[in-house]
């Protein structure tokens, strides 16, 4: 008996747990805007930037590089180099609306852009390194290495968020517009909502980008880099 019931019991979980996964259809639009349906039923997303390459600087030593690390210092370890950049994000949202018969305004967002800046990339590589020595290679290659977190990131940022937008069920769209009270407070609130998309994205991306710099800057990693050097 205690068997069949919890069997019944998970039987039940999972019924709930498949119905909690299905998406609820489209609810019939508001009052007033049937004829907003005439737009795209999701909105077209549009990731724009590219990662340029780096600049390379020489002109710092271990310790000027060192000091512009916001790496957590670790004893015994000397940063003989550094890839930095400034990600800038630029959101733009863009609308259909109709007014309704009680003055109300019938929304929906037609379109989304997000350009991506990357300002001030560069790698730092001590500039006491011999340029033709076995530690400069080390230091650039592990340099060129966070460079590729970058750009991974980068691409994994531009599809992460054309898959968010294009489904967040919380947007108004072609297939569930929203009636507000003012056009105006319906694009604020669109706006606030497509952002917050943004930044929930970006920040689950650079966790992953995080993780895969401390791989890289691991005591193993480091270890197997001077050891390529002394042999």
Not at 25 to 46: E, K, N, T, Y
Not at 52 to 69: F, T, V, W, Y
Request: net charge neutral.
């Amino acid at each position: 008996m205690l068997r069949a019931l919890l069997a019944a019991t998970i039987l039940v979980f999972g019924a709930a747990a498949w119905l909690r996964r299905q998406e609820p259809p489209a609810p019939a639009p508001p009052a007033g805007c049937s004829a907003i349906l005439s737009v795209a039923q999701r909105p077209v997303v549009s990731v724009q930037g590219e990662v340029p390459l780096p600049s390379q600087r020489r002109d710092l030593d271990a310790a000027g590089i060192d000091a512009l690390s916001s790496a957590a210092r670790i004893p015994g370890r000397v940063h003989r180099g550094l890839t930095r950049v400034n990600r800038k994000v630029e959101t733009s949202v863009h609308f259909s609306d109709i007014g309704t018969p009680d003055g109300r305004s019938c929304i929906a967002v037609t379109g989304v852009i997000v350009r991506l800046r990357y300002e001030g990339l560069e790698i730092l590589i001590d500039k006491d390194l011999d340029e033709s020595g076995c530690d400069y290679r080390e230091v650039q290659a592990h340099e060129l290495d966070h460079y590729r977190t970058i750009t991974l990131a980068h691409e994994r940022i531009k599809d992460e968020l054309a898959k968010a937008l294009a489904a967040a069920p919380e947007l108004p769209s072609g297939a569930r517009p929203r009636l507000v009270d003012t056009r105006e407070l319906g694009q604020e609130q669109a706006k606030a909502l497509a952002l917050a998309r943004v930044k929930a994205t970006l920040a689950e991306v650079d966790a992953a980008s995080e993780s895969r710099d401390a791989q890289i800057d691991s005591p193993e990693n480091h270890a197997q880099m001077a050891s390529r050097c002394r042999d």
